[in-house]
């Protein structure tokens, strides 16, 4: 029951700070959309893409990993936030301890990335055609693909101790993870070792699986997308359990106070 | 909360605390050497001495949020190493820098610290709206913590950190940079945490007056506990007077007392010496008076700030 309690808690403290953080829920929905119609207005005349797809359609799939992904791994990263201003400290004594705190903060992750993903796909039809089961079909994705991020991004937060890396972890984790995942343009057409690095990237296969369920050419078999995403949850989570130190930083740097 | 895991009820003869030989490294450094401590449940122990000493350290082992390095602890009978959750269970926390989420609401922040202790569905309404009438929050309780001052902050935090009705209370420096409406208040809230339900406390602390009214203040200093004795006893040790010696002429007067027997204790502060007398004023005056180079010299009776300095630096023989 505390466990449970536990999670819940942090689960609906993040969905509360996620509505009043209004600028960054609005600039995490509208990235994906920027991409999709805006460079990929002008991507349209210039791309010949398989099976015929305009470039808007093709990036689409992308563009809602993207927002499930930043969406996702940003809500985990924040732990580096709640370590830096003493609510970690206060999460980590509860009776449940930390397998509690991470899972709940991967289930937030997963809901806020789900969420902001889902709002992408209910906005499909203004550059794909989706049937009704293609959108349940997505929406299901949906949840593997934020979860994924979810644990991911404590992955990542793990070790990371200062939110002046939170601008790093950004540009040097994030926008390489989209890049070189056939988000925004395909892996057939990249030099071969980015395409190598494309195979090792959990966000290729989040994309690939949207592209089946949107019913594009994929590059790997459905259970293929699907088991890689579920193996690369469950590593990153175990992994996290491992590297996570809950001592961290409760001696020596007085947190700053909590006005955020 | 009521004793919980099979630990003991309270009652006049269970320890809260019970530690022997706790200590902590990091890395080369020894943040802690070897804390002993017993409290009686139902206590009030103020942890004193200077920044560095471990008192932060010490609870923070005592919390269950580091892991020792040597000795051992319990709370309320439960091993602070091999049963975590059992100790979490019995405590309420207070930081040095208040624990709420300025995103959130006093209330909301209330609703969060009770769902981490295990508080749910009407339990967790009870206690909330309880706590936010019992510290004064309740018309504060819809504002955003961020819009608070820092003493409703505070305030807040030790709602927090008592919703749930904890055994224990550790509270680490929870009145720094309170003015003294907002301390006393707090102080308050504390004390009838003990009268009406018997919490033990223990907190740090670098205001010294705030440890008066303790049952014990335990002094640390360079990690080790250098003394546990109520404030009286601890003020009875320096003797019946303390003198404060400046001038050039400071040095050979504590001299002169400590040769005719009268000082107790002796310690040389940034302002002249600070000495612990056993004799009458009028003697003590008497050889003043007839000692040259004397700038200032004030008798008083001791007080905790002048154990603090006797104990936790290191002796000076003029």
């Known amino acids: 029951m505390s466990a449970a309690a536990t999670v819940r808690g942090i689960v609906v403290r993040d969905l509360i700070r996620t509505t009043r953080q209004r600028s960054r829920l609005i600039a995490g929905l509208a990235r994906p959309f920027i991409w999709v119609f805006l460079v990929g207005a002008g991507f ?37 936030y709640d370590r830096e201003f003493g609510m970690l400290r206060l999460m980590l004594a509860s009776p449940s301890g930390v397998p509690s705190v991470l899972a709940g903060r991967a289930l937030s992750a997963t809901i806020i990335g789900g969420a902001q993903g889902g709002i992408v796909l209910a906005c499909a039809s203004l550059a794909v055609h989706l049937t009704f089961q293609q959108y349940a079909l997505s929406a299901a994705a949906l949840v593997l693909i934020a979860l994924t991020s979810g644990t991911l991004g404590l992955l990542v937060a793990a070790r990371l101790t200062s939110v002046e890396n939170f601008g790093g972890v950004i540009n040097m984790v994030l926008f390489p993870l989209l890049f070189v995942s056939g ?36 590059e790997f078999a459905l259970s293929l997308d699907v088991a890689a995403l579920a193996a690369a949850a469950t590593v990153a989570f175990g992994v996290t359990v491992v590297l996570f130190d809950p001592e961290q930083r409760f001696v020596g740097k007085k947190p700053a106070a909590a006005n955020r | 909360m009521t004793a ?67 000795g051992t602890a319990r709370v309320f009978s439960h091993d602070v190493a091999r049963d975590r959750a059992g100790v979490r269970r019995r405590l309420g926390l207070v930081f040095q820098e208040p624990s709420v989420d300025g995103l959130l609401t006093v209330e909301e922040n209330l609703r969060f610290a009770g769902s981490l202790a295990g508080l749910a569905g009407a339990a967790a309404h009870g206690a909330i709206q309880q706590t936010l009438t019992r510290t004064g929050l309740g018309s504060r309780a819809r504002q955003p913590a961020r819009q608070l001052s820092g003493g409703w902050r505070r305030l807040a935090d030790i709602a927090r950190a008592t919703l749930h009705q904890p055994d224990l209370l550790i509270l680490d420096e929870p009145t720094v940079g309170l003015d003294p409406e ?48 109520s404030p009286a006893t601890l003020r009875a040790a320096l003797g019946e007077q303390v003198a ?48 040259p180079g004397i700038a200032r010299l004030a008798i008083r009776p001791p007080t905790l700030e002048d154990v603090y300095f006797a104990r936790t630096q290191a002796p000076v023989t003029p």
């Open chain 2, 244 to 291: 404060e010696i400046d001038g050039p002429g400071a040095d050979a007067l504590v001299g002169e007392l400590r040769r005719v027997g009268l000082v107790l204790l002796a310690h040389r502060a940034e302002r002249g010496w600070r000495v612990g007398l056993s004799g009458s004023r009028e003697r003590i005056t008497e050889l003043a008076a007839t000692a």
């Open chain 1, 183 to 218: 988000a925004l343009y395909p892996t057939a057409g990249m030099p071969a070792p980015l395409r190598a690095l494309a195979r090792v990237n959990p966000v290729t296969y989040m994309v690939d699986l949207v592209r089946h369920t949107f019913g594009q050419p994929a």
């Open chain 2, 4 to 70: 919980a895991g099979g630990a003991p009820a309270r009652g006049a003869a269970t320890l809260a605390i019970e530690a022997e030989g706790l200590g902590r490294d990091y890395g080369s450094t020894r943040a802690l050497d070897a804390l002993d401590l017993s409290v009686p449940a139902g206590s009030l122990i103020g942890l004193v001495g200077p920044n560095g000493a471990g008192k932060t350290t010490a609870m923070l082992l005592l919390a269950t949020l580091l892991a020792p390095t040597r």
């Open chain 2, 182 to 229: 907002h301390r006393d208040r707090m102080w308050s809230l504390l004390d009838a945490e003990r009268r009406d339900r018997g919490a033990t406390i223990l907190f740090s602390t670098h205001y010294l007056s705030e440890a008066e009214p303790a049952d014990r203040v335990v002094m640390l200093a360079r990690g080790a506990v250098v003394a546990d004795e």
């Open chain 1, 44 to 80: 349209n005349s210039i791309a010949r893409l398989e099976g015929g797809l305009t470039y808007q359609a093709f990036a689409y799939p992308g563009g809602m990993v993207m927002a499930a992904l930043f969406g996702g791994m940003l809500t985990a990263i924040s732990t580096v």
